[in-house]
């Protein structure tokens, strides 16, 4: 069983960044944030492979960047020009799996979430 402990969340103005972090309480292939606001589904934010491999989900490269750490077993998630509509509870999410899979279903581990919220 892996752990996954988040932190980085809170409250920005628009325009401005955040950068979540995630450790695991061991080594782990796939790590990964989605996102969900109230009534919806978690959507992929960004996963990351131990190898450096990325997958971004729709609209979300550019803004924001994933990158890891293997030897922390830490993924980070960088937050740039946030807008409102970024508000969220942000969640790790990691996977002994070969595969950058984009949803929630083929992730086996899951953080407790760290809420952002941007205002205007």
């Known amino acids: 069983q892996v752990q996954l402990v988040e932190s980085g969340g809170g409250l920005v103005q628009a325009g401005g960044s955040l950068r979540l972090s995630c450790t695991a309480s061991g080594s782990i292939f796939i790590m990964a944030w989605f996102r969900q606001t109230p009534g919806k589904q978690r959507d992929l934010v960004a996963a990351?492979?131990?190898?450096?491999?990325?997958n971004y989900g729709a609209s979300m490269k550019g803004r924001f960047t994933i990158s890891r750490d293997n030897a922390k077993n830490t993924v980070y998630l960088q937050m740039n020009s946030l807008k409102p509509e970024d508000t969220a509870v942000y969640y790790c999410?990691?996977?002994?799996?070969?595969?950058?899979?984009?949803?929630?279903?083929?992730?086996?581990?899951w953080g407790q979430g760290t809420q952002v919220t941007v205002s205007s």
């Open positions: 990351e492979s131990r190898r450096g491999d990325t």
């Open positions: 999410a990691a996977v002994n799996s070969r595969y950058l899979a984009a949803a929630q279903s083929a992730y086996d581990y």
